[in-house]
């Protein structure tokens, strides 16, 4: 194999030239967002989804992580997550979500 050749070179250059469509974000909302989802009425598109969630004591809030599609990926978005097929109101935030001070 010549220099900086590997195996897969080629499907990852593809997805470079394809761009990114989606982004992992950080939520707050009311409920945890564990076994949720992000409806498509918003117009979030095929690229949205709740990956993780759980309440936060040391926040004492519910914090989750979803991908989004990267135009509605901006921090403060509303957005509803869907828990039991209910909207929840949640907000994109900054991740990470706590920063400890020196």
């Not at 599609?69 to 869907?82: D, K, M, S």
């Amino acid at each position: 194999m010549a220099e900086g050749e590997f195996i897969g070179r080629e499907a990852l250059l593809g997805r470079k030239r394809m761009g990114v469509k989606r982004k992992l974000v950080g939520l707050n909302g009311r409920a945890g967002h564990r076994q949720a989802a992000l409806p498509d009425r918003q117009g979030l598109g095929a690229h949205r989804r709740v990956t993780s969630g759980a309440p936060s004591p040391w926040l004492n809030k519910n914090i989750g992580l979803g991908y989004v599609a990267v135009e509605h990926a901006a921090v403060g978005t509303e957005i509803a997550v869907l828990v039991r097929r209910q909207p929840v109101a949640a907000r994109i935030v900054q991740t990470p979500f706590y920063k400890r001070a020196r």
